[in-house]
């Protein structure tokens, strides 16, 4: 069975910044692309960045761009995602997820099955 757990959200204020972790168990973490997930008060789940199965593409949400950066450690079963310059537009319950789909060269832009329980990220003005 698939587990993804998060961990690093927490309370900032805006311009500083958070590293978020989610390590995954019960499947082959490096045949698989990983994706941050985020939804906020109201508003829909909506995919913040994806990396493909070995690390090479990525993918960003144009209001992150230049400020998150996705990576991977798959020796250590690990994903991350430093965002730095944060705003109060990213405040949400980030989610880690993973892909169905093995060895996809390209980042994913749908969610997969498998989410983690989630993690609050608040930032204030």
């Known amino acids: 069975q698939v587990h993804l757990a998060e961990s690093g959200g927490g309370l900032v204020q805006a311009g500083e910044s958070l590293r978020l972790s989610c390590v995954a168990s019960?499947?082959?973490?490096?045949?698989?692309?990983m994706g941050w997930f985020r939804q906020a008060p109201g508003k829909e789940r909506e995919i913040v960045a994806s990396i493909n199965w070995d690390g090479v593409n990525t993918y960003y949400t144009d209001s992150v761009k230049g400020r998150f950066t996705i990576s991977r450690d798959n020796a250590k079963n690990t994903m991350y995602l430093q965002m730095n310059n944060l705003v109060p537009e990213d405040t949400a319950v980030y989610y880690c997820n993973g892909d169905n789909c093995r060895f996809r060269s390209t980042a994913y832009l749908t969610w997969g099955d498998y989410w983690g329980q989630g993690t609050q990220v608040t930032v204030s003005s």
């Open positions: 019960g499947r082959t973490f490096d045949d698989y692309g």
